[in-house]
């Protein structure tokens, strides 16, 4: 009995001190991107720019990840029914802290902003220019060109988006000399040549510059929304934008149409919906704060499905196009597309 109660304490102690490598999954917060923040600021704030009211409710939905959990933490919370317990090595890369994972997800959140402000202002009818972003030191492209600096053409072609950039020099080699044309600061356009160098991971020549996708308008938007990570609010964040900036009337504007709508999926500058994690736990979080409808990327569907609470609509999109579409079905009371 001795030994017995012995150990019976050392299992209790190690469940309540030992970390086990486990995170617990469940619904986040959800936000709606046509309302307020938390300090009572709009979400999407335009500035320079007549903006449009709406009536409804486009709203953004997250996953909150518990870390750092002992043995009888985790038990507890996979016995609730609402959480999901996944190997920490899924979420964390080995020997990466909290923080590190944390300014990750801010990241990707600002460049989630940054490709919902370029779609929707494409969508709009604004231009787009394609502009050096980064500039690696010491590559072939540094001292020749700055962020900021708008790319024309790259080794004779013309570069219309981002990705074009890289495009024009998939078929070189290191040695290769390309002329690029770009402008800098407002000044007049300059061609320049550019031998290109050798990175032990690529084939190609490698000119040194990561580029994107930058909206011409002359007014700022300006997302708002502070304690949230990740690139999945991109389409809500779109369609948000584009119902402030139509007119009544107007396809694009009143979206929602009174309607308490909920979303997710990743945002490309071209307007392309990709796929997001965590799907399962968002669509009982839409429910839970009031949505009717739920905008699915194509790809998420067969996880939406198998969660979805009764009741949730669950409508399937591909790109932004398509999820504008799919919007105007519903507030017309024609069929959307259903996953």
Known sequence: MLVSGVLFLVFVVAGFLVQVPYVAISPGPTYDTLGRDAAGNPVIQVK???????????????????????????????????YALAPREEYYKPGETNEQVKQENIQQLQNSQSNAQVAALR?????????????????????????????????????????????????????????????????P??????TLAQRDDRTQGFLGLTAVD????????????????????GLMFTLAIIDRL???????????????IAGTGEIS????????????????????????????????CAEAKSAAPEGLNLIKVSNLDDALQQLDNLKAGRPTAHC
Do not use: C
Not at 216 to 230: K, M, N, R, T
């Open 48 to 82: 320079g720019q007549q903006t449009y009211g709406t009536h409804g409710e486009l709203r953004m939905t997250t996953v909150s990840l518990n870390d750092g959990i002992n043995l009888f933490t985790a038990l507890g919370l996979w016995a609730s029914g609402r």
């Open 123 to 187: 969508h709009l009818g604004y231009p787009v220019q394609v502009v050096a972003k980064q500039i690696v030191s010491g590559s072939p492209a540094d001292h020749i060109l700055a962020p900021g600096d708008k790319l024309v053409a790259v080794n004779g072609k013309q570069v219309r988006e981002a990705s074009e950039v890289a495009a024009s020099i998939a078929n070189t080699k290191p040695g290769d000399t390309v002329q690029v044309t770009f402008q800098h600061l407002g000044q």
């Open 189 to 194: 356009e300059r061609t320049v040549p550019v």
């Open 214 to 233: 930058r909206a011409v308008a002359p007014f700022s938007v300006d997302i708002s929304l502070q304690d949230v990570g990740g690139p999945s609010a």
């Open 246 to 260: 139509t007119p009544p009337g107007k396809p694009g504007s009143d979206l929602a149409g009174g309607r308490h």
């Open 269 to 300: 500058e071209t307007g392309q919906v990709g796929p997001i994690g965590g799907i399962s736990f968002k669509v009982v979080g839409a429910k839970e704060a009031g949505a009717t409808d739920f905008l699915v990327p194509e790809h998420n």
